[in-house]
């Protein structure tokens, strides 16, 4: 069974940088052709797609954001991690992790963590 | 980069009205589309891939279509269960961008 699990803290201050890690079972970095997603929803409003990191290691990021993210990926621990630098209040939100198998028969974004509410504030 | 724009914002209908929903890209994609159903507290799951293709196991009075910069979602028959906002999402590359929303009450 796949599973994605986000962790990390659930309170940072303004200006901290916060580290966020989606851990994997079910597959292996090193034999699937997998991409992971960092996507986030601040209460009450719209998903937001923040980074994501392909199979083959390319990066990419949100226009708005790019400054601030950093993602990788750990294949020996099964994991991908997310720094976002500078935080903010407007920053707070649940965080999720998710996982899409890349080439023609890719179904979108088929496996979803459960999310970690992140808040920011002093 | 491409934008991804959902319409209405919102929508209220009645127990098996049928019931649309647009996602409009800034410029043509490829299907690369997806369609997620998030219901009031829980994690989005994706109802529709490839812009038209049924994730197994989603009830068939949901179905996906469009191309080019116009996608649609339809549910046939809306059912109570159906309560969610939904959005449209481009997964072929960067970036990954997702719609606004579409937030569906029952009248």
């Known amino acids: 069974q796949v599973t994605l699990k986000e962790s990390g803290p659930v309170l940072v201050k303004p200006t901290e940088t916060l580290t966020l890690t989606c851990t994997v079972s079910?597959?292996?970095?090193?034999?699937?052709?997998?991409?992971v997603s960092w996507i986030r929803q601040p209460p009450g409003k719209a998903l937001e797609w923040l980074a994501h990191?392909?199979?083959?290691?390319?990066?990419c990021y949100s226009t708005s954001l790019k400054s601030r993210l950093t993602i990788s990926k750990d294949t020996s621990k099964s994991q991908v991690v997310l720094t976002m630098n500078n935080m903010d209040p407007v920053d707070t939100a649940t965080y999720y992790c998710?996982?899409?198998?890349?080439?023609?028969?890719?179904?979108?974004?088929?496996?979803w963590g459960q999310g970690t509410m992140v808040t920011v504030s002093s | 980069d491409i934008q991804m724009t959902q319409s209405p914002s919102s929508l209220s209908a009645s127990v098996g009205d049928r019931v649309t929903i647009t996602c409009r890209a800034s410029?043509?994609?490829?299907?690369?589309l997806a369609w997620y159903q998030q219901k009031p507290g829980k994690v989005p799951q994706v109802l529709i891939y490839?812009?038209?293709t049924l994730r197994s196991g989603v009830p068939s009075r949901f179905s996906g279509s469009g191309s080019g910069t116009d996608f649609t979602l339809t549910i046939s028959s809306l059912q109570p269960e159906d309560v969610a906002t939904y959005y449209c999402?481009?997964?072929?590359?960067?970036?990954?961008?997702f719609g606004g929303g579409t937030k569906v009450e029952i009248k």
């Open positions: 410029q043509a994609m490829s299907n690369s």
């Open positions: 079910g597959f292996s970095f090193s034999n699937a052709r997998v991409g």
């Open positions: 999402q481009k997964y072929d590359d960067d970036p990954l961008t």
């Open positions: 998710a996982r899409i198998q890349e080439g023609y028969s890719s179904n979108a974004f088929d496996i």
């Open positions: 490839a812009a038209s």
């Open positions: 990191i392909f199979s083959s290691d390319r990066k």
